[in-house]
């Protein structure tokens, strides 16, 4: 079954730090721009952070910019999102996609991408 997974969510208190993973299943994230996206309750969609297929380029929102990190490990099939400095504003259910565009992960938070994971909470409360 060819499926991106997303695990390392949780509960963490404001300030705090959390990894999440996106794993592929199936096939290899190698020719792949990978995307992190949130959704909140009763908000649309949001790009997170970008990264391109070899790793050379990153990009993040203005929101996370100097306290998330996105990275990959193609060895493993695996990209990471550490993110720092945990808020309550980043409380959202957390999607990673894999697309052949980096350009259209970057600049379309609503399309439809190649691959698209089902999600994992991170909640930011005290």
């Known amino acids: 079954q060819l499926q991106l997974v997303e695990s390392g969510g949780g509960l963490v208190q404001p300030g705090g730090s959390l990894r999440l993973s996106c794993a592929a299943s199936?096939?290899?994230?190698?020719?792949?721009?990978i995307g992190w996206f949130r959704q909140a309750p009763g908000k649309e969609r949001e790009g997170v952070s970008w990264i391109s297929s070899s790793g050379a380029n990153t990009n993040y929102a203005r929101s996370v910019k100097g306290r998330f990190t996105i990275s990959r490990d193609n060895a493993k099939n695996t990209v990471y999102l550490q993110m720092n400095s945990l808020k309550a504003e980043d409380t959202a259910v957390y999607h990673c996609?894999?697309?052949?565009?980096?350009?259209?992960?970057?600049?379309?938070?609503?399309?439809?991408?190649?691959?698209w994971g089902q999600g994992t909470q991170v909640t930011v409360s005290s």
């Open positions: 996609a894999a697309d052949s565009s980096y350009w259209l992960l970057v600049t379309d938070p609503t399309r439809e991408f190649d691959y």
């Open positions: 199936g096939f290899s994230l190698d020719y792949y721009a």
